[in-house]
């Protein structure tokens, strides 16, 4: 279940943002909880190893190594910032990317709804058959690409079943043969189709005929993009270099962080604290923000903040077939509306929303500026602009000397 608290932040207040730091679903101590703790017994393991088990010569050798390692993580050999930063950065976009792509059949099933005519059994049929093929097209392009759609329709079988394709419909898919994915093909047939309702007069003219293929032509679009989203992902070598760049950055961490005996004066190790507070701090900003590229980088998975795709699909099919179907010619009666004879009215409010009635309304932000104004009178046609800009001139200097 995507986890939202866009309520929680509605109004910005004290504390507001700090209440969502103790949830857990969809939090990041959730998704890096497991590597925190590896690296903290990683950590230990190291501290207990120089403290208990080493002699006092392997102990000086230890000290130099994690001094030299000291040295390495607290200069700019390892860019994490930068690589991290841009990866983050691009995995964003291509997760709102993906997000945007996803086809919702909201103007098709209006532009059906308004131009397929026909209240009899035939009409209906019509609308109903051409946006199933629009959410067969959308489940198909799903299924490939999203781990719940899949294990929700494992097979053809199991959406003909589901009521989105009939089982002549799936012979006549299954007989054509591609070696790529088909799910363009309930899309052909809701063009051949609309090209037979313009053909019966159900589409009257070719004006709204083109209209539904335009859109048609948007959803397919959609669905093509979610397809190549799939296919084309980010390089996997630049998923590998920011991945062992901050793994082996922490790697160094766990030994050049150690605190050493503070008796032999190193630099900066003048307190023995054997927990490593800021290193811990520092894990926990730059792995997990590795974690979050790794969440976003494919929306389609079974993460908590994934795409309800499933959702989605029972969402599509009801409102399409609740557009083209029960509210087809579904109109009210038209009525004069409750201020017919009023010139001037106003709405009301709640007592809740009353204070906003005393607010002036914007009428923009230069509407109250105020300002000096000046009037120049220049004699002459303005045939040379330079001209009159120099007669501007001097008369606001002989304005400001008098």
């Not at 030299?68 to 910032?81: A, G, S």
């Not at 397929?116 to 059994?121: I, K, L, M, S, T």
């Not at 299954?174 to 093909?185: A, I, T």
């Amino acid at each position: 279940m995507t986890v939202s608290y866009t309520l929680q932040v509605a109004d910005a207040r004290f504390g507001g943002f700090t209440k969502l730091l103790f949830r857990w679903k969809g939090s990041i101590y959730r998704l890096l909880y497991k590597d925190f703790l590896v690296f903290c017994a990683v950590y230990l393991f190291f501290s207990l190893f120089y403290r208990f088990l080493l002699t006092p010569k392997q102990q000086d050798l230890f000290e130099r190594i994690a001094l030299y390692c000291d040295h390495f993580t607290n200069t700019n050999f390892i860019p994490v910032l930068f690589v991290l930063g841009f990866y983050v950065s691009l995995a964003f976009n291509r997760w709102w990317g993906q997000y945007t792509s996803f086809p919702l059949p909201d103007n098709l099933m209006m532009v059906v709804s308004g131009n397929v005519h026909g209240a009899d059994e035939r009409g209906r049929l019509l609308r109903r058959t051409l946006m199933r093929y629009a959410n067969l097209s959308s489940v198909l392009i799903l299924r490939s690409i999203s781990t719940r759609v899949h294990k929700r329709f494992p097979t053809l079988e199991h959406i003909v079943e589901a009521g989105f394709m009939t089982t002549h419909e799936l012979q006549k898919f299954e007989s054509l043969h591609s070696d790529f994915n088909k799910y363009w093909m309930p899309l052909t047939w809701f063009s051949n189709l609309a090209s037979r309702a313009r053909e019966e007069g159900r589409v009257r003219d070719d004006i709204a005929l083109r209209l539904l293929m335009d859109e048609l032509n948007k959803y397919r679009g959609k669905c093509s993009l979610l397809f190549h989203y799939d296919w084309i992902s980010i390089p996997l070598v630049y998923t590998q270099v920011v991945t062992l760049a901050v793994y082996s950055f922490f790697a160094f961490c766990v030994v050049g962080r150690q605190f050493l005996n503070p008796e032999k004066g190193y630099k900066d190790h003048k307190l023995d604290m054997y927990v490593p507070v800021f290193t811990l701090v520092q894990f926990f900003f730059y792995a997990g923000w590795l974690k979050v590229g790794e969440l976003i980088i494919n929306p389609f998975g079974e993460d908590d903040d994934d795409f309800e795709t499933n959702q989605l699909i029972d969402r599509n099919i009801q409102v399409s077939m609740l557009a083209v179907d029960d509210m087809y010619q579904n109109l009210a009666p038209i009525e004069k509306d409750k201020h017919w004879e009023q010139r001037h009215f106003s709405i009301p409010y709640t007592l809740s929303t009353a204070a906003e009635t005393l607010k002036p309304a914007f009428k923009g932000s230069t509407f109250d500026m105020r300002s000096t104004h000046w009037t120049f009178h220049v004699s002459g046609p303005f045939v040379d602009a330079a001209q009159s800009s120099k007669k501007i001139t001097t008369k606001m200097f002989a304005i400001f000397a008098g």
